[in-house]
């Protein structure tokens, strides 16, 4: 089981990017499926998840951030809209593999299960 991404780069402030979050030949219908981002130093912080019962985002990025998902295309995606310097990190995609389909996603790290390579996502002017 593995997560490609891809999408990243370089935006001026107000700019807007969309990864992607690919799981070639396997299913994500029994995921729960998450964005994290990750600047150097600081801990590994949980921007957005989706399961079937909830949608999560972190205040931060509430009204900017849309995370989606293709079923079709074992894919999932992270449409990030007026960026702000402060949005600058390294994003991963993340799944976990759920027992029980009414279970709310968790941004805590640990109970992820499978992680793509990480993608920059740099904002400035």
């Known amino acids: 089981f593995q997560l490609v991404e891809s999408g990243g780069g370089l935006v001026q402030p107000g700019g807007s990017l969309r990864l992607s979050c690919e799981a070639p030949?396997?299913?994500?219908?029994?995921?729960?499926l998450g964005w994290f981002r990750q600047v150097p130093g600081k801990e590994r912080e949980g921007v957005s998840c989706l399961s079937d019962t909830n949608t999560y985002y972190t205040d931060s990025v509430k009204g900017r951030f849309t995370i989606s998902r293709d079923n079709a295309k074992n894919a999932f995606y992270l449409q990030l809209e007026n960026l702000k310097p402060e949005d600058t990190a390294v994003y991963y995609c993340?799944?976990?593999?759920?027992?029980?389909?009414?279970?709310?996603?968790?941004?805590?790290?640990?109970?992820?299960?499978?992680w793509g390579q990480g993608t920059q996502v740099s904002v400035s002017s």
């Open positions: 030949g396997f299913t994500l219908d029994l995921y729960h």
């Open positions: 993340a799944a976990e593999l759920v027992y029980n389909p009414h279970a709310m996603c968790d941004m805590t790290p640990s109970v992820w299960d499978y």
